[in-house]
């Protein structure tokens, strides 16, 4: 039920988007309204859960270590899966930021008969690298659009991306990957039994509205061809701030800003904040050199403990008899021993 | 033991997760704690009750107390608030839970342990949920959750192997200690952990062992010492001035096979003239605290620094125990220091100075060894263990709290001559938990630690079956507790033993007689001429 929800919300919005296009108020509406308070929303929403999670203090140094720790010096010490330095930390950090690499150790552990077998299992790292970079790529070279003179990256990017030159326009590897990894991470939250099982509606919304911006952007270019002077008029006014919404723009385009504004703002409500919230992973981010350098509690307090004083007060007689040095009498000396 | 055996299969969930029933039967969950617990520790709501009853007599506004409690921990604890909020849901540490693989029970992956909490602070404490309800995945907090959250964080052993594959490093470990602390503020513990820790509170130790009998157990110790060394050997106990304070688990001096451990202690200590003493009160290095709550951690830790700063030592060494080592490595210093009284950790023997502990001035056990057996300091007969072909179970704390690899590893090496590793999949930061840890040892609770044991002792049958291994080492009080019985149903034939145990075999002494028989009082396979 929960994919058919998100689905028919989707849906809805794409429906929004395609008929509201059709008069002038509708177009400004969704070209221009829409857009800026979408932004203004996840300016305003992701500062906050940064700034919220950034503030709450990290009372203990818990670092996940996961490799040799630096000891002795002549053991080899783990630099980066068990950093011991704030540089040791920026190398895990940047590997788990830009490489996944905790994704990467995912392996499958699978009864055969009686016995547990481990298999590799990079498929859902290979499917989130390819996404997420695939991503970073499109939106980059988005900037064609809102920036003008096109700086010069843009184009080389671009001309990078669409290197095989297979349609015209050129086709963008980075489109096909994009969908191809959506594709697979849909499907496979759909087939694996368990992955069914902890989906909730939030988790295929957020998948149909990535599939729903990436499908009509693929449209918009490829085969509905939407007028580029339009878009990037639009698009231009919208980054400079006299936003116009030409009557040329047509329906697609208009279903693709809607519901990249859609995401942009749910995106602070949502668990695509891991975005940001990987970045302050107390796990992952903190050095363990917690015994060669104290780490502060800014709450911690005093706490009702039971002291030497009361402990030998209630056992005096048996610590006595038993020949261990008393604190009250025997200060100072040394043990039978 | 279970009447018939533990059918270990997968099995595909069906229901909504969000169904909060769940079924207390005989072998799955810990007993209450006993009231006279709660009331000697000062916790809430002292009564008698089983999770098994209708009614657990919560107190009557136990909504407002637990929704309260997990205001206050959101403001307290990045861990908490991050990890209630960035899961994806990926499902990558499903299948990771050892407590999953062998039960099959999907509220057993990782994922929807936390989801069990998550769901709650989603319906009060987040915009969307307050709107959107179920939709937004929201969940009421009833007395059938409280119910759920005591048998599924009961049934985490907080061994953080999930951490190591997340990829937002989420830790469940967090998660259930924060569930468990949520749990104690209206009364629902286990006496497995809640007795050790009055007992700790009162003794000094876990197993509520009065100075007395602490330094009973430390003489028969040091006599049978002497029976099988020949050399006469004394502890010192609460003695002032000593340079170092060594700490244990309690179990090292009244368990078995951790009493083996103890005697390797005490021969090294005795072969190296340690200027050493023991404490009747800060008996006890494992903390159970850590398995109710930060605060009574940190009540059960102080005594730690409190009786090296009265006995005026200059560090502290700390013997071979899993969790206890998380609360010293982790929180000790961050808790109850800093400890500005004592002074950087320095090796009498070696002088090598511990840069890694000096802020916490206290040394692990195998780091002060492996350094001594680097510098040629010990003379050893590894062939004094041939009999045995060992292998390595890493500790969850040791291991994901503290990276503590390859010290113990290289102790191993010095002093044996058969030794193998399990599948990497199993060792190191990926290491299974022995299925009983964080205070779930108990056996009313039997069949649940042998599921959750079941991917270790799979491992151990491995490398038995390919190379012979009898001997499975460890640095872990609970596993030296609980592997026995683990090794006995899965796998047989396997002993436990700790590291410092088969140091102690394979240590060459001087002076004494010639050693005829290992720690254990028997027979040594091969006859070696004594160096002495």
């Known amino acids: 039920m929960n994919v058919l929800y998100s689905l028919i919300a989707v849906l809805l919005l794409v429906l929004v988007g395609a008929v509201a296009g059709r008069g002038d108020t509708g177009r400004a509406f969704i070209a221009v309204a829409v857009p800026y308070a979408a932004l203004a929303i996840f300016l305003a929403g992701f500062c906050y859960r940064i700034l919220r999670w950034a503030w709450t203090p990290v009372p203990f140094r818990i670092p996940t270590t996961c490799g040799q720790q630096k000891s002795l010096p002549w053991i080899k010490a783990s630099s980066v899966d068990n950093p011991s330095t704030g540089w040791g930390v920026l190398a895990r950090m940047s590997l788990e930021v830009l490489a996944f690499r905790s994704l990467f150790r995912n392996n499958q552990a699978r009864l055969h008969k009686d016995r547990l077998v481990f298999s590799e299992n990079k498929y859902l790292w290979l499917g989130a690298l390819a996404f997420h970079w695939s991503l970073l790529i499109i939106l980059l070279r988005h900037l064609r659009l809102l920036v003008e003179p096109v700086p010069a990256f843009v184009l080389a990017l671009q001309r990078a991306d669409g290197f095989f030159q297979i349609t015209t326009p050129d086709l963008y590897a980075s489109d096909v990957i994009l969908l191809g990894a959506l594709a697979y991470l849909l499907f496979r939250r759909l087939r694996d039994p368990l992955v069914r099982y902890i989906s909730l509606f939030t988790d295929y919304l957020a998948l149909f509205l990535l599939l729903g911006i990436a499908v009509s952007g693929v449209l918009m270019r490829y085969f509905l061809r939407a007028d580029i002077t339009s878009v990037k008029q639009f698009a231009l006014g919208l980054a400079t701030f006299h936003p116009i919404a030409p009557p040329a723009l047509s329906s697609v385009v208009l279903v693709h800003v809607l519901l990249v504004s859609a995401l942009a703002a749910y995106f602070p409500f949502s668990k695509l904040m891991h975005w940001g919230g990987v970045l302050l992973s107390p796990t992952r981010n903190l050095a363990n050199n917690n015994r060669s350098k104290r780490h502060v509690n800014p709450w911690n307090y005093p706490v009702k403990t039971h002291t030497y004083a009361e402990w030998e007060e209630e056992f005096h007689d048996k610590i006595k008899a038993a020949g261990i040095p008393l604190e009250a009498e025997d200060a100072g000396k040394t043990s039978a021993n | ?532």
């Not at chain 2, 055996?5 to 006993?34: M, N, T």
């Not at chain 2, 693989?101 to 769901?119: F, Q, T, Y």
């Not at chain 2, 056990?365 to 003379?379: N, P, R, S, V, Y």
């Open chain 2, 1 to 532: 033991m279970p009447e018939k055996l533990l059918q270990i299969e997968p099995r595909p969930p069906h229901g909504d997760w969000r169904d909060p029933k769940v079924d207390f039967h005989k072998g799955v969950f810990c007993y209450s704690a006993l009231p006279k617990n709660l009331k000697y520790l000062g916790l809430p709501n002292p009564r008698e009750w089983q999770p098994f009853d209708a009614d657990w007599k919560l107190p009557p506004d136990w909504k407002r107390i637990i929704l309260d409690g997990m205001k206050d921990r959101l403001k307290k604890y990045r861990s908490f608030r991050l990890f209630m909020e960035i899961c994806v849901r990926c499902g990558a540490c499903a299948d990771k839970c050892h407590f999953f693989i062998g039960s099959s029970d999907p509220k057993n992956m990782p994922v929807l342990r936390a989801e069990l909490i998550r769901s709650v602070y989603r319906r009060y404490f987040t915009l969307t949920g307050r709107i959107f309800g179920a939709l937004a995945g929201g969940r009421e907090l009833t007395e059938d959750v409280i119910k759920e959250w005591f048998y599924y964080f009961y049934q985490c052993t907080e061994c953080r192997r999930c951490s190591v594959f997340c990829p937002y490093g989420i830790d469940t470990a967090e998660i259930t200690m924060i569930g468990r602390e949520l749990l104690n503020l209206v009364g629902c513990n286990i006496n497995w952990v809640l007795e050790p820790v009055a007992n700790c509170f009162r003794t000094g130790n876990h197993l509520g062992i009065q100075p007395h009998g602490f330094k009973d157990s430390i003489d028969f110790a040091a006599g049978e010492l002497e029976e099988i060394t020949g050399i006469h050997i004394e502890v010192p106990i609460n003695r002032k001035g000593a340079e170092i304070l060594f700490v244990m688990p309690s179990a090292d001096y009244f368990g078995t096979p951790h009493y083996y451990t103890l005697l390797g202690y005490l021969m090294l200590f005795k072969e190296i003239g340690l200027d050493y003493t023991l404490s009747a009160f800060a008996s006890e290095g494992g903390n159970f605290g850590l398995f109710s709550s930060h605060e009574m951690m940190k009540r059960l830790n102080a005594k730690v620094y409190d009786e090296a700063q009265r006995l005026g030592v200059k560090w502290i060494l700390g013997g071979e125990c899993g969790h206890m080592w998380r609360v010293l490595h982790q929180y000790m210093d961050t808790m109850n220091g800093p400890a500005d009284f004592l002074e950087v950790p320095v090796s009498p023997v070696t002088k090598t100075i511990f840069q890694n502990a000096r802020s916490t001035k206290m040394v692990h056990i195998c780091e002060f060894t492996a350094d001594l057996i680097h510098h040629g300091k010990l003379k050893l007969d590894p062939s004094r263990n041939d009999k045995l072909k060992v292998t390595f179970h890493d500790s969850c704390n040791t291991s994901r709290g503290m990276g503590l690899l390859e010290e113990p590893r290289y102790i191993l090496k010095s002093v044996c001559n058969s030794f193998y590793e399990m599948p990497e999949n199993t060792i190191r930061e990926q290491t299974f938990c022995c299925g009983s840890g964080s205070g779930l040892g108990t056996d009313e609770n039997l069949e649940m630690r042998l599921r959750g044991g079941f991917p270790r002792a799979n491992a151990v049958k491995y490398v038995k079956e390919k190379h012979g291994v009898n001997l499975l080492t460890c640095i872990c009080a609970i596993d030296k507790a609980t592997l026995p019985a683990l090794m006995d149903y899965w796998v047989g034939g396997v002993e436990i033993a700790g590291v410092h145990e088969l140091l102690g075999n394979a240590l060459l002494m001087t002076g004494g007689k010639e050693r005829t028989t290992d720690l254990r009082g028997e027979p040594l396979v091969t006859e070696e001429a004594v160096h002495a």
